[in-house]
């Protein structure tokens, strides 16, 4: 028998309410209930980040979280990040001036990691980025273009806050 | 003139879309009505199946069926087509879509299950029961290259696929003579491409228009449609075959897999659409890798370190079919004597077949290994003399005067090897600099005062890229003034979209952001093959910049029939076609192509053809010759055999570069796809039952932010005169040399142990092993 449960999500300002099975991942939820694909679903076993999401505005691995434990939760996808007038987040900028993207997509998970990171620490060291990304696996990039829009960012923080 | 997109770091069109995530992977895409995918997996390397019973599978509410080979039939029951057949394949043995009765590696598809949803077909496909027969396995290639080892499939009575040869000049007569002849061993190891996103495909059957669609991770939609066509005796215009945005390839998303093609035949027998998206279990279990290679190589040379001749056998770990013929293992000899002009040459590769997964290129294929060896050589040979190892490359390589060079090689299909352009010394001259050679053994000193063990790594490589015939390119000016390029090709990643729109925009005086860019859809009017290889800057760019030119060409002609003035007399600039010295006179070219686009009953201006696009084909009979030397400082603990890398350097000459941003890009990643093979990734089987132990991102470890260096990227352009751009490939330069360089810098930190490394991975266990047989070795 399926073990059925309703919840209430609310993901960037946007409520959701979907009665799904009990074993739903989160990221699952979010990219096939909700519709929200940016959320990508890299390793399944919380190695490569590509999953990562705010929750509660904290950066998490939505693939090995169950859907009902993000129950009443605010949740904050890449969708989220930018503005709701279009402008990015100067994490976003900064991977665009960067070159900290190529095939994109192991980008959502170093986005939300990196924003997060960046709300607590705003001057970070390049040997402390390094350190955070350290759970976002990248094939393309080398990281090198991560590292410089992460540190580019933090400065753009400093200077004109979000 | 608007200002010129070529040569600029000129921001990408794709990321607008990435960093909002709007990107629109396999994955992301869905078609009403659609299915989920499962597959059963062999779970034994190499066993006869006595049954499959799929009865508690099918019994499962939400599954909507369960399918074994026999049970699809008809046209299923033929092998899959074998891409880049060759008469050295010694048994062209290529994979059923679901095994038949004998599987040959853990992770070969045995039975695929339809679901509601992906959740019931993996609970489904749990319950499927395979009954197995084990027979004995070989994932060992020596092993299975000894006669009295047990067959890879049973039909065969030995393992050799092919052998493959390389040979030119005069071999046994330079080794008889020369004055010195080193031998050395060396195994080589590169594991699994780890694209982020896995593979993934969704197929659709429209029954009115009998049409399939097929949305697939690939680096190959026109490949990919070609085999399905053959594969289900259908025409290709009723098959379209679209990569969306793909998450990675690096070479494997090349090849055409048992999963797409069982997709496209379970939409065509159900009648409803079907997804399958490969998690990285499976990834590491089925898509194809890069493994073992075992060498003995001999160098002959002068005294003063001119190499005579190279010559060596490789056992090469093919896996268990030849999905991709022998690109790999051809990739693996061609390259000789990369950088060096070395007259001599005699490669022998034994392709040997072993219960793994099946083995196509990665990122650079056979190339890494090749300049493993060759750059290996260098070293040992300015070892054993006593040569500085930059001396030693001075004295070896083709020098500028040479090019064109023909290095005495022949290609299978009988065309002359000849590196078209470079300055390879040059190169090298640029990264001693760079690395601050002169200095080193001050900072060695320095660095052994406290306690370290720093070492340099220094080597050159060359590429070749741009492989012929074809990839072609479509430029049109749309009604709306909106330049428009459509390629066949697709991309995963490096920018495409992007130079595509700079060398278009270019003949316009326009911005990328006034070109639309199509990828990737076998719909495209223009056709191509792969994005593979190095090869579409130097085969799509210049068709992009041919076909753009014929568009140009037209509009001035038709502006000057209405202007009554000649062509030579106008320009165009912001889009828009002046008169030179009268600006009130000009025509937009969204105007040009309103009118020749024309309405039923308006004729089309005097003498002209509909519409104003061209398709265009740059069709080279040769490769391109990327080159470039690489330097890495790094330090080794000798206590725990760690590497830490310090500081990486690259020069790079990919002939005239098209967007240094994205080059550098290309090289960085690269570099750090090197660096893992090197220090990090192995793909591990379990000798005695062939099963694979490194199944996840924990056991299989990649290369992360915290181990990479500083890479530093310096240009050179020796434009290719194969091409009217002059642009050579840029995708696997960074990769290839990355390997050879970082053990070279490994070994030059230990030599005062006499540390000789001819192995990759290396890791830190492994080096202290290595450690502890030089001190032994001193000792004794």
Partial sequence: MKDLRTIHVLINGMSYQRTIETRMTLADFIRHECGLTGTHVGCEHGVCGACTIHLNGEAVRSCIMFAVQADGAEVTTVEGLASPDGKYHPIQQAFKNNNGLQCGFCTPGMLMTCSAFLREYSNPSEREVREVISGNICRCTGYQGIVNATLEAAAAIRKGGL | ?780
């Fill in chain 2, 1 to 780: 003139m608007g200002a010129r997109n070529v040569g600029a770091a000129v921001q990408r069109l794709e990321d607008d879309r990435l960093l909002r995530g709007q990107g629109r992977y396999v994955d992301d895409i869905h078609v009403h009505g659609e299915l989920a995918v499962a597959f059963v997996r062999s779970s034994e390397a190499h066993a006869r199946i006595i049954s499959v019973d799929t009865s508690a599978a099918v019994a499962l509410q939400g599954v909507i069926g369960v399918f074994t080979l026999a049970d699809l039939g008809g046209l299923t029951l033929k092998p899959m087509i074998l891409a880049n057949p060759s008469p050295l394949i010694r048994h062209p043995i290529t994979q059923h879509v679901l095994a038949q009765d004998e599987v040959c590696y853990v992770g070969q598809t045995i039975a695929v299950v339809v679901a509601e949803n992906r959740y019931v077909a993996e609970d489904a496909a749990q319950l499927v029961q395979v009954e197995y027969e084990v027979l004995p396995a070989v994932v060992d290639a020596r092993q299975a290259r000894d006669p009295l080892s047990p067959p890879v499939h049973q039909k065969f009575s030995d393992n050799l696929a092919a052998k493959v040869s390389w040979k030119f000049g005069d071999v046994d007569g330079v080794f008889s003579k020369a004055p010195y002849v080193f031998r050395e061993s060396y195994f080589q190891h590169r594991g699994v491409p780890h694209s982020m996103e896995c593979r993934g495909a969704l197929a659709q059957y429209d029954q009115q228009a009998d049409q399939i669609t097929l949305w697939t991770s690939t680096q190959s939609p026109f490949l990919v449609r070609r085999f399905i066509a053959q594969f289900l005796e259908r025409d290709e215009s009723s098959i379209r075959v679209v990569a969306p945005d793909v998450g990675g390839g690096f070479g494997p998303k090349a090849a055409h897999y048992p999963e797409e093609l069982l997709l496209v035949v379970l939409a065509l027998k159900l009648k409803r659409p079907v997804k399958w998206t490969e998690d990285r279990l499976e990834h590491f279990l089925a898509t194809t890798q890069q493994r073992d290679q075992w060498w003995d190589v001999e160098v002959a040379c002068e005294a003063d370190g001119k190499v005579l001749g190279i010559r060596g056998l490789c056992v090469h770990d093919n896996g268990a079919f030849l999905p991709y013929g022998l690109l790999l293992c051809m990739t693996t000899v061609v390259p000789f004597p990369g950088s060096y002009a070395i007259g001599s040459i005699d490669i022998t590769l034994d392709c040997m077949f072993t219960n793994a997964v099946p083995t196509t290129p990665i990122r650079g294929a056979g190339r890494p290994n090749a300049t493993f060896i060759i750059e290996r050589s260098m070293d040992s040979v300015a070892r054993n003399l006593g040569l500085d190892r930059t001396t030693v490359r001075r004295r070896n390589y083709v020098q500028k005067h040479q090019f064109p060079y023909p290095t005495g090689a022949k290609l299978p299909n009988g065309i002359a090897v000849q590196y078209d352009s470079g300055d390879y010394e040059k190169c090298l001259e640029m990264v001693l600099e760079a690395c601050d050679y002169t200095n080193f053994e001050t900072r060695r000193a320095e660095a052994a005062r406290h306690g370290k063990w720093r070492g340099l790594g220094v080597v050159s490589y060359n590429e070749d890229c741009g492989l012929p015939p074809y990839e072609g390119a479509t430029v049109k000016v749309l009604p709306s003034g909106k330049l428009c390029v459509e390629l066949g090709s697709c991309a995963q990643g490096q920018g495409l979209e992007t130079i595509a729109a700079q060398i278009a925009a270019d003949q316009f005086g326009l911005t990328v952001n006034d070109v639309v860019v199509k990828l990737g859809d076998t719909n495209s009017p223009a056709l191509a093959l792969s994005t593979v290889g190095s090869r579409v800057a130097a085969t799509a760019g210049p068709s992009i910049h041919l076909a753009a030119l014929q568009v140009r060409e037209k509009a001035l002609k038709v502006a000057a029939s209405q202007f009554e003035v000649s062509e030579k007399d106008l320009y165009i600039d912001a889009g828009i076609v002046f008169v030179k010295g009268l600006p009130d006179r000009n025509v937009s070219l969204g105007e040009l192509s309103k009118r020749l686009h024309a309405s039923v009953g308006v004729l089309l201006p005097m003498g002209f053809t509909p519409g104003l696009e061209a398709t265009a084909y740059h069709t080279p009979e040769r490769a391109v010759y990327s080159n470039g030397s690489n330097a890495v400082e790094l330090e080794v603990d000798i206590e725990t055999g760690e590497v830490r890398l310090m500081n990486y350097w690259v020069a790079h000459d990919c002939g005239t570069v098209l967007n240094p941003a994205l080059v550098d890009g290309q090289v960085i990643g690269g570099v750090v796809h090197g660096i893992g093979n090197a220090l990090f990734e192995h793909m591990k089987y379990d000798q005695s039952t062939g099963q694979p132990v490194t199944t996840n991102l924990g056991e299989y470890l990649m290369p992360l932010a915290t181990e990479m260096p500083k890479i530093s990227v310096d240009h050179m352009e020796s434009p290719s005169p194969v091409n009217v751009l002059g642009v050579k490939g840029a995708g696997e330069g960074g990769t290839i040399p990355a390997i050879a360089c970082i053990i070279s810098g490994i070994e030059d930190a230990l030599k005062p142990l006499g540390v000789v490394i001819k192995e990759f991975p290396l890791s830190p266990e492994r080096l202290l092993e290595l450690i502890d047989e030089a001190r032994t070795a001193t000792a004794a």
